[in-house]
């Protein structure tokens, strides 16, 4: 049962311009997101987070919205670069649960020049 | 700061033999985690140690997989022995502990193919 889903298996955009990465959830009591960048042969490496609290995030160029009553977050990244090319996994949890991460599929993303 | 280290990298075994895979957390990080990440899909729990206590255990395959964190720093997670469908990629993950959201970071992964 995948809680967390990333129905975008793929996406390309151009060098300079806007990245929108989508993931829907279906458990109402996730209340902590995170994503993760993942490149080929390495380990998932964390980009940015949000509580339930907030539904905006922004650090640099990447930026997180949350929207909970669509059960629905987005990262943003502006302005893509070619290194951002890589894989984009969605997390969620619940706090005070044992932080288990519930990851999606991820989706893989191309910036090309 | 040193980041968390798995080894080996890669291993390549036959079926029914042994094999085990190693992780030194980030130092300080109480927390440790082992996922399993089958090609094309995200991360899934294996276990999660607090210090030395194994306290989720509840998606480890207890007939064939077996963990332990003897001192509270670095873990060894062991398949015993391996199947096919064992090939995947085992990450080991580490976070502070005791907080109420906390990030985990990941290490490399160790890729296994059992033939």
């Known amino acids: 049962d995948q809680q967390v889903k990333q129905n975008s298996p793929s996406l390309s955009v151009q060098e300079g311009r806007i990245s929108i990465l989508n993931c829907d959830y279906t458990?109402?009591?996730?209340?902590?997101f995170l994503w993760y960048k993942k490149y080929p042969a390495e380990g998932p490496t964390f980009l940015i987070s949000?509580?339930?609290?907030?539904d905006k995030n922004e650090d640099g160029r990447f930026t997180v919205f949350l929207n909970k009553s669509a059960k629905h977050l987005s990262l943003h990244i502006v302005p893509s670069q070619p290194g951002d090319s890589a894989v984009y996994f969605c997390?969620?949890?619940?706090?005070?649960?044992?932080?288990?991460?519930?990851f999606g599929k991820g989706t893989s993303l191309l910036v090309t020049p | 700061e040193a980041g968390v280290v798995q080894s080996p990298r890669y291993k390549i075994i036959e079926k029914k033999q042994p094999v085990a895979f190693w992780c030194n957390p980030i130092?300080?990080?109480?927390?440790l985690y082992w996922y399993l990440q089958n090609l094309g899909q995200g991360p899934e729990l294996l276990i999660r140690?607090?210090?030395?206590?194994?306290?989720?255990d509840s998606q480890l395959p207890k007939d064939r997989f077996s963990a332990e964190r003897l001192k509270g720093v670095d873990s060894t997670l062991k398949i015993q022995p391996a199947e096919l469908g064992d090939s995947a990629v085992y990450l080991c993950?580490?976070?502070?502990?005791?907080?109420?959201?906390?990030?985990?970071?990941f290490g490399p992964g160790t890729r296994l193919l059992v033939l």
């Open positions: 993950a580490s976070s502070l502990g005791g907080g109420d959201q906390e990030t985990q970071y």
């Open positions: 458990n109402s009591m996730f209340d902590y």
């Open positions: 949000i509580s339930s609290i907030k």
């Open positions: 997390a969620a949890s619940v706090t005070n649960s044992g932080y288990a991460l519930n």
């Open positions: 130092s300080g990080h109480n927390t």
């Open positions: 140690y607090e210090n030395e206590e194994a306290v989720d």
